[in-house]
């Protein structure tokens, strides 16, 4: 076989990327990486995942009314394709946020990168719907979207966490060659990989916009929960009301286990059929669901689902001491850089108050032959960021991440990096 | 929103029928059911979950020299998107099939439904790559094509697992167009609907085929285990050799538990890229994966593998106590067919050796009308057999299938079957 004659996606830059940076992280096991976006090993560990499983079914009997061996089954037997967590999501991102959905309204998927495909499917019908993601962007939105052959425009994050004014310019572009900008892909909290939070103001013009463009936001908010207390904001889907214009996406990789791959998507918008019938989004993602992965593990729900019961039925509850953590780390890591890096000439850095990662600008490029002396002479890993964008404005920026990291880690990884950084700027 | 904006597989008779029946089900739960293809609650209900994650992860300590915190991790972080249990499954695949495939030739899959949506979207380019099925097929394989918006034609089993001459016929019509039969799906054991076995001349025929007209083979083993000792059949993969025709998908959901979601694929075939350089399809295929659901749950994986290391590492081993009681159950829906249903006008069906399904042809149409007729006033569900269908052909089909029924259940279903058919035909 050639490997021209396959489907365009297995040779598009993304995936190359992503397979770079498996290999790369394999090749040099003893560099210290600031590149994994995963959860800390001290929330992996202490996971008692038949405590869990246990925890959940005892749910099922006491509050579903079901029989100790239905509840086994449930947990066994095939299962609905919208899930079996649902009314406990539900009841989480109304404790959380003050949503109002229904079990209904949501599909449990395998981790929030099936959410993004089956979303994506959905909304583009056909090579006039082109999804528009706010850039420097989760590199799997932009998978899937090449899976799917779905056309893709990229618009900055103009610092404030959407260029309003390049998105605007973008919609005119593409209605005057008879397309549209179907949807936009946005974190607004802490983005991965950018770090940005998204004003209040930004978020509300954001949603005017979509609303008069009639663009459909899809709203990642997989790092919300690492704000403080003071510096969380309002999810786009929450400020939106009813008016239907926010699709949220989320992962319980980070808040529980990523080994569980469970993932969910709320689309509450009313999808009106032919003979005037009305179902929710999320039965016709559901259906789609069947043809992708039929269901969601009932395995991994159940663990999700004893961890929130677990929690207060809270995402925030559980991850309370998670954010302490990664806050922690986040600090250590931009005191480190103030100190080690800051002076360095034409380097330059974001300083998030969440998440997992901070924006290096650096003068050279910053690309897989960089990242190869980093590793080999140096001794530390990054994210070279060219593949987060859809243009070669990432080429000069590098990601740090900071969750997986232990405080002499990050110390030393940041000497290192300023090590490297002197030798070449 | 309106339905009609959406994707056009959200509107695809496949994904209602589905719907459909998924929804039948829920409303008529006394009724006696033949419809779903679920294992027997009596290998769900006993199996030890904890256990088989402890025999697991004693494995990875012991055979792959792993310390135990790391063993703990590999079920509960992040993983390689091939998998965690490729080295068991490619022992299992040579101990049961005598296959020989290094772990790298595997990817596994949420489920076997993923196997098929990556196998379809790696080799189907563009609209000239059609995606052929030997019908009636699984329609999770035309589902997958519909939301990926590849092409399908189906061609007739013909009673001995492909209608050769139709594929050829096929061929050069597809090749007249400008077009090519990419790849043809078949399931040779038992297949679901139709519970057809291959035999072993057309599959030495269908290969040879394949070869000539360079058509890849997606080879569904399924039900492969159910046949007894003496009517077991090489797969097509073994018989192939080393031409690479054939990519193998399988799935844990009838050995395992179906709540594991966990499937296989097996692509060994060499793709050359650009510069000369080779890897196993299958290496792309877990590139593509990163892009759907990243990786399949280790969770899922390790249950899976525990169970495996349970039985001898043998997927034969894990099915042998489960083909007995399938095949005790089939040989009693045929026992009750032939004693209640065959003597009436019109009505005839196949008498397969394995598998959990029988097909009947009814001198009336099997659709929905029919069905919501049975289950109101018979209390017998089944499957209309369109939905498998690409053309009509199976308007008057229905499928039996006999693997979640007690015996006491299948000979008082097949008496309301033949009340039902008594007063139609």
């Avoid at 920026?397 to 070449?424: D, F, H, N, W």
Wanted: glycine content about 10%; hydrophobic content about 45%; aromatic content about 6%.
């Amino acid at each position: 076989m050639r490997l021209d004659t396959l489907h365009p996606s297995l040779t598009d830059p993304t995936l190359a990327a992503l397979g770079f940076l498996n290999e790369v992280m394999g090749r040099f096991p003893d560099a210290i990486s600031f590149a994994p976006g995963a959860p800390h090993v001290s929330f992996v560990d202490d996971v008692d995942i038949a405590a869990h499983l246990e925890l959940f079914t005892a749910y099922l009997v006491r509050e579903r009314g079901l029989r100790p061996e239905q509840a086994g089954r449930l947990l066994r037997e095939y299962g609905p394709s919208r899930g079996i967590i649902n009314d406990l999501v539900a009841a989480a991102l109304h404790t959380d946020y003050g949503l109002r959905v229904a079990p209904d309204d949501l599909v449990i998927t395998a981790g929030c990168q099936e959410a993004m495909l089956l979303a994506a499917r959905a909304l583009c019908a056909g090579p006039e719907d082109v999804l528009g993601l706010v850039t420097p962007a989760f590199v799997g939105m932009l998978g899937a979207a090449r899976v799917l052959d779905v056309p893709t425009v990229g618009i900055g994050d103009g610092g404030t966490g959407a260029d309003l004014a390049a998105l605007r310019r973008e919609c005119a572009r593409l209605r005057a060659e008879g397309r549209r900008l179907r949807a936009l892909y946005v974190a607004p909290d802490f983005a991965n990989p950018s770090g940005t939070l998204m004003s209040l103001a930004t978020r509300h013009e954001l949603l005017a916009l979509a609303r008069q463009e009639d663009i459909v936001l899809l709203e990642d908010i997989a790092y919300g929960f690492t704000a403080s207390d003071e510096g969380m904001l309002p999810p786009l889907k929450r400020l939106d009301g009813d008016s239907g214009q926010v699709i949220m996406l989320g992962t319980f990789a980070k808040l529980c286990l990523p080994g569980a791959r469970v993932g969910f998507v709320v689309a509450d918008q009313p999808v009106t059929g032919p003979e005037g019938t009305s179902e929710p989004l999320a039965r016709h993602l559901a259906a789609l669901k069947t043809m992708v992965t039929v269901n969601t593990s009932p395995l991994g729900q159940a663990l999700v689902g004893g961890m929130l019961l677990a929690h207060g039925g809270s995402l925030t509850g559980l991850g309370r001491e998670r954010a302490r953590l990664y806050r922690r780390n986040l600090h250590l890591l931009l005191d480190e850089l103030d100190q080690q890096v800051a002076g360095l000439a034409g380097v330059s850095y974001n300083r998030p108050g969440g998440g997992f990662f901070v924006r290096l600008r650096l003068p050279v490029r910053a690309d897989d032959a960089l990242l190869e002396l980093s590793a080999t002479k140096y001794g530390v890993l990054w994210t070279p960021m060219a593949s987060f964008h859809l243009d070669d404005s990432g080429d000069h920026e590098i990601r740090l991440s900071c969750s997986y990291l232990e405080p002499a880690e990050i110390v030393e990884g940041v000497r290192r990096l300023a090590a490297l950084l002197s030798a070449v700027v």
